[in-house]
């Protein structure tokens, strides 16, 4: 997989990084854009921008390559998958609980019409 999705000699600093830092970072930001009621082209934004810091974070600390649109891509949808899971997670918490009386938790991730 080296080579395909990280470039670094080995998979624990790719994980750490893209994983660990970036997907609890992106976890986060998709909580904020959920919390400040934000539509999906914001957090779509937002993603983006976290994905050219973490590259930037391969780069400083592990001589990675930054200005690579490959690497990029891979991370940008590591980050994207974490960052939208936390969105439906807190999105759900949102509607469930604002809006207790037309909606239901289906999973933690959706919400139904009672």
């Known amino acids: 997989m080296q ?24 976890w986060r930001t998709g909580r904020a854009a959920a919390e400040s009621w934000s539509d999906l082209g914001v957090l779509l934004t937002y993603v983006a921008l976290l994905g050219v810091a973490i590259r930037f ?32 997670f807190t999105r759900t918490r949102q509607m469930t609980t604002q809006y207790y009386w037309l909606y239901r938790k289906t999973s933690p991730f959706s919400w139904a019409s009672k």
């Open 57 to 88: 974070i391969h780069h400083a600390l592990f001589a990675g390559t930054f200005l690579s649109i490959h690497y990029y891509l891979v991370d940008t949808a590591i980050l994207l998958v974490f960052a939208y899971a936390g969105y439906r």
């Open 3 to 26: 080579g395909i999705l990280y470039e670094e000699p080995s998979v624990l600093t790719f994980a750490l990084i893209t994983f660990v830092m970036g997907g609890w970072t992106a």
